[in-house]
T-cell receptor, first 114, second 111 residues
Framework: DAGVIQSPRHEVTEMGQEVTLRCKPISGHNSLFWYRQTMMRGLELLIYFNNNVPIDDSGMPEDRFSAKMPNASFSTLKIQPSEPRDSAVYFC????????????FGPGTRLTVT | GEDVEQSLFLSVREGDSSVINCTYTDSSSTYLYWYKQEPGAGLQLLTYIFSNMDMKQDQRLTVLLNKKDKHLSLRIADTQTGDSAIYFCAEKRGAGNMLTFGGGTRLMVKP
């Protein structure tokens, strides 16, 4: 299996621009998670989908952030407009059905907003 | 404060054993995990332990769980320079798939 795939691996953009991060979970997994990692705040859960439905988005920082999962094999995290404080590494992770609880992480997208 | 706490930093010499500690607060935790993050990479699952177990051993890794004290530890035997990374503990509560992560312990292995 290819594992969790994220794109792009690196993104540099200017403040005010729209940023879209993409994730392909492991085939057959039905839960998908978006995390953000910074030195100051560590690893934060942003949003969690189960069977393509958002279950908990309490970690989404503000309305500038939105996430979608149109089907079982694709999810996006969008930031519009982006700000320098959004600079971080964004990870996507997936896990399987009940009884298969381990989360598998993608390589992350390093976002720099100037 | 955080629900899962870890010390920030640990330094050991190559060949020694490393012990990374973690405390958690929720007694309903069902599974507890250790993840490893190497520079520039995502988190990699190392091992996990079910809450009704006291110990789990996997090659050089030994996980100890003290449910009474809500304390989890990861022992790495014969620590190698390739073990240098950040180690995260995490807990799973209830039936959902969400995990709560600690802040990570940076392990530095000196040759």
């Amino acid at each position: 299996d290819a594992g969790v795939i994220q794109s792009p691996r690196h993104e540099v953009t200017e403040m005010g621009q729209e940023v879209t991060l993409r994730c392909k979970p492991i085939s057959g997994h039905n839960s998908l998670f978006w995390y953000r990692q910074t030195m100051m705040r560590g690893l934060e859960l942003l949003i969690y989908f189960n069977n393509n439905v958002p279950i908990d988005d309490s970690g989404m920082p503000e309305d500038r952030f939105s996430a979608k999962m149109p089907n079982a094999s694709f999810s996006t995290l969008k930031i519009q407009p982006s700000e320098p404080r959004d600079s971080a590494v964004y990870f996507c992770a997936s896990s399987g059905a009940a009884g298969f609880h381990e989360q598998y992480f993608g390589p992350g997208t390093r976002l720099t907003v100037t | 404060g955080e629900d899962v706490e870890q010390s920030l930093f640990l330094s050991v010499r190559e060949g020694d054993s490393s012990v990374i500690n973690c405390t958690y607060t929720d007694s309903s935790s069902t599974y507890l995990y250790w993840y490893k993050q190497e520079p520039g990479a995502g988190l990699q699952l190392l091992t996990y332990i079910f809450s009704n177990m006291d110990m789990k051993q996997d090659q050089r890794l030994t996980v100890l769980l003290n449910k009474k004290d809500k304390h989890l530890s990861l022992r790495i035997a014969d620590t190698q320079t390739g073990d240098s990374a950040i180690y995260f503990c995490a807990e799973k509560r209830g039936a959902g798939n969400m995990l709560t992560f600690g802040g990570g312990t940076r392990l530095m292995v000196k040759p």
